[in-house]
């Protein structure tokens, strides 16, 4: 556990491998495609669709703001990294090669 909060941005960068393998099965593997399987959360984010990188962004730009080199810190910077770093993997390399579109969508697509 020393060695994940002592280096943060390594920690991020497996975690966020780990979470874009956890993606991965459950896109292709269990067939789980997010348009269809979080459509309920639509009506309470207006039609607009909520990727998991997007709380990583705020993540990151709070990370200034906390004490250095702390548990909070540590953490807040491995959970930015992964969140964020997951995503982009996910949409700019993953589904472009195996699903043949980025599929990054603003808004839920009509049904």
Known sequence: MHWILSHPILAGIAAAIIFELATI???FGFKMTSPTHTRPI??????YRIHHGYPGIPLLFAVPLLP???IISSIVIIFAIMLFLSDFIHHAIILPIF?????FYIKYPAT
């Open 25 to 27: 099965i459950l896109r």
């Open 68 to 70: 250095a080199e702390t």
């Open 99 to 103: 699903a043949g579109s980025h599929e």
């Open 42 to 47: 639509s009506k309470v984010t207006k039609g």
